[in-house]
């Protein structure tokens, strides 16, 4: 074997195991935002709501720079939705008009901690600072006190369950997720949306998703077109069964 073909085959087995570990990322970050959807970790946390209506609950979490928000606004407008925005006290720091532009339009506010860390395995001291600083942060750019929690990345353990429900926050995860983070495709995520639909789920997108503005016009036509009204999280739990 001449050394041009060993360099080749370093070469490829390189890439190959580059792959490979990409591959092994991904697969990792898609148990850790799907882990638990529909076997709830903590008791209390809200993954889906019961109920008999059809009726589900579309969510944006809102953390990257402003990203899609004003035509995700637009788009709730033109086909008259109302939807829950969980936010982190980061974002609405550096963009405190289109948080109160969220409100204005009539959707809901819900928390999503002030600096998007992973909140499970904190100690309480560390968590109180936390939501502090989201409270804090919510009361002088907003003047509003969420009642919603939903922790980042989804992680919850008991000890965060309790905590935010001892702060009276209902803690909201989710049922459906497409990914939209990963910029899987426009028809993916409509897919992943459509296929999965069911009584009282919660869809979770995120604003930082360009794809999902595209895919937000289709997936809320297909919704309705199959009989489910589209409220925020609040509505959806008061038709709880």
Known sequence: MNREMRRRRRRNRIIIGAVLAILALAALLQRQVLQGVFVPMAKGVVY?????????????????????????????????VSATFFLTGDWIRKNPDLAREIMVRGHEIGQHS??????TGMKEETLAKEFDM???????ELGVQATLFRPPYGEVDRTLADFATGRGYRVIIWSI???????PGVDKIVSRVVKNLHN????MLHTSSSQAVEALPVIIQSVKMRGYTICTVSGLLSLAK
Do not use: C, N
Not at 114 to 119: R, T, V, Y
Not at 200 to 203: D, F, M, R
């Open 134 to 140: 989201a409270e804090e942060t919510l009361r002088e």
């Open 114 to 119: 002030q600096s998007h860390k992973i909140m």
């Open 177 to 183: 997720a497409p990914q939209d983070w990963l910029d």
């Open 200 to 203: 009282g789920a919660i869809i």
């Open 48 to 80: 889906r709501v019961e109920t008999v209506q059809k009726a589900v609950a579309l969510t944006f979490d809102v953390v990257w720079e402003p990203a899609e928000t004003g035509r995700i606004l637009d788009t709730l407008d033109r086909y008259r």
